[in-house]
């Protein structure tokens, strides 16, 4: 297999993919897979075939897992203060290569390049704040209630981590669990989805050349991600699995750690309500709802799925939302006019297709989009729906798509039980100038996360994850992302 060992372009008319490193990233060397397999990359604007990655077998991933032990000492003895620097530099790489990056983000994913530069700025920002957090990492030192001893508490690295993410941010989700990790002191094994794998491994060269050691991250692809995960969990130098993607992996995951206890962070799937109070500011409320449910097409957990708008709203809230999504323009995601680019593969279009189908079954109406055209590429409209009921196949499941569907409500305590009526909880969205209003319905909405009067909650800066069916744990905030890759470690000390 012929392994592209390219480096980074800036000039955007010499882009190329094919020139960026593919293999299997191993203790900082590139190989194929052992029995040379290999995995299909889509271009889903186009359903052309763009480039094959290596398909790893149990055998790759316990060389990674060697890898990643070989590191680890190493890396964990690094000065906090280094290994700042190192982070620094990833994230100042990043940004310096935020367009090839987004590029090849747009190519491979589908999102339109104004949403992979989003993504890859939000990406870098992971870098940038765990930077600032690795040499912050403190104990805690304290006089035992009895006054008998000292209580001293000190952080250490968990150990080898697995990290696992989705297709639908393949930068952002890497460096959301990569930079926390490596500022802990850990050492790591990415697996990117099977859909998204070149931006993981341009960003596995970014990091090398930024002065992450070699076997600090690890990355492979594989078709076969059960076996191969569990043969990496029963290795017992593995001790954190973090995994970013659907409930339903997510619980079968749960099951696999638990048989090694081995500590999970799980970012889960959502369905998040957006609520509409008759007092919003209507053009900030339909500014909102856009990013809520536009960005990524609607491809990401956070996305609004259920839209609730008080009465006294309602009509002028759904008029303003079909003007706004039926003006958008749909296409390639590397063409930069493109507003929203198609759908991961073709089973995601039908799935949108399927929910739309049974909504308007149920009496939902259409306002705008909702017909797959016979283009190539996987491509589905964005669409308003009004009048979609609670039985809804869709009032349940994630859309994961540029659907939006309108429900009509009539007071708080309705609309806080209908949003709270489902097995999610990750993220909410609420619109009033009621500030009060705003904080006691964001406290007694079950997610992790609650935006009020805004579109957008995604900050490296803040926790980030959900409740009920929607995760375990949280990345990203003030101790919170890095405290899920450490272990405390308690000494009772007589002084
Ligand atoms: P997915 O099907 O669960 O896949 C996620 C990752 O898990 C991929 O790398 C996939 O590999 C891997 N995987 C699949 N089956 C596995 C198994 N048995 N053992 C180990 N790994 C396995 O999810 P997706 O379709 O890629 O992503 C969409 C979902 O992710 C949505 O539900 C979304 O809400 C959720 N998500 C959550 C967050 C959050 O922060 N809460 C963020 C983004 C996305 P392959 O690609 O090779 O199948």
Redesign the pocket.
């Known amino acids: 297999m012929n392994i592209p060992q390219g480096q980074f372009n800036e000039d955007p008319d010499m882009f190329d993919y094919t020139t960026f490193s593919h293999g299997l990233y191993i203790d900082g060397h590139w190989r194929p897979s052992s029995d040379g397999r290999l995995?299909e990359v889509i271009d889903p604007s186009t359903e052309a075939v763009i480039a094959a990655v290596p398909d790893a077998t149990i055998a790759d991933a316990a060389a990674a897992v060697e890898a990643a032990a070989k590191a680890a000492a190493g890396w964990r003895a690094t000065a906090p203060r280094k290994r700042s620097e190192i982070l620094r530099r990833c994230f100042e790489l990043m940004v310096e290569r935020s367009d090839t990056l987004a590029a090849l983000i747009s190519l491979e994913n589908g999102k339109a390049l104004r949403d992979a530069r989003g993504e890859v700025a939000y990406a870098a920002e992971f870098f940038r704040w765990n930077a600032e957090e690795a040499v912050r990492i403190s104990g805690e030192f304290g006089l035992a209630p009895s006054g008998a001893n000292r209580i001293v508490v000190d952080y250490h690295p968990i150990g080898i981590c697995v990290l696992?993410?989705?297709?639908?941010?393949p930068a952002a989700?890497a460096t959301?669990k990569i930079a926390p990790a490596l500022a802990a002191g850990c050492t790591v094994i990415l697996?990117?989805?099977?859909?998204t794998p070149l931006t993981a491994y341009a960003l596995a060269a970014l990091y090398e050349e930024a002065g992450v050691p070699p076997g600090v991250v690890n990355v492979l692809?594989?078709?076969n991600?059960?076996p191969?995960?569990?043969a990496m969990l029963a290795d017992p130098r593995v001790r954190k699995l973090s995994?970013?993607?659907?409930?339903?992996?997510?619980r079968?995951?749960l099951a696999?750690a638990a048989k090694h206890v081995i500590s999970c962070s799980m970012?889960?799937?959502?369905n998040a309500p957006f609520i509409v109070f008759d007092d919003a500011d209507l053009d900030a409320a339909l500014d909102g709802a856009m990013v809520a449910k536009m960005r990524n097409a609607g491809?990401?957990?956070?996305a609004a799925n259920r839209i609730y708008a008080q009465a006294g709203i309602h009509d002028a809230f759904a008029e303003g939302l079909r003007q706004r999504m039926a003006a958008l323009k749909l296409g390639s995601g590397t063409d930069p006019d493109t507003e929203c680019g198609p759908m991961?593969t073709r089973k995601a279009v039908e799935k949108i297709d399927r929910l739309v189908k049974d909504a308007v079954g149920r009496g939902a109406r259409i306002l705008c989009g909702g017909a797959v055209a016979d283009d190539k590429g996987y491509f589905y409209p964005p669409t308003v729906l009004r009048d979609v009921p609670a039985n809804a196949e869709m009032a349940q499941e994630?859309i994961?798509g540029p659907v939006a569907p309108i429900s009509r409500f009539e007071n708080e305590d309705e609309v806080i039980a209908r949003a709270n009526d489902t097995e999610y909880g990750?993220a909410a969205y609420i619109y009033t100038r009621d500030l009060a209003r705003g904080m006691h319905v964001a406290s007694k909405i079950e997610t992790g996360m609650v935006a009020l009067n805004r579109g957008l909650m995604s900050d490296p800066a803040a926790p980030?994850?959900?409740v009920k069916q929607?995760?375990l744990g949280r990345?990203g905030g003030q101790k919170h992302g890095i405290a899920e890759f450490m272990e405390a470690k308690y000494i009772a000390v007589t002084m």
């Open positions: 995995i696992i993410t989705p297709w639908n941010f989700m959301r697996k990117p989805a099977s859909e692809t594989t078709s991600p059960g191969v995960t569990s995994f970013t993607g659907s409930t339903g992996v997510g079968v995951l696999e970012e889960l799937g959502g491809e990401a957990c956070t991961i994630e994961f990750l980030f994850g959900g929607s995760g990345e």
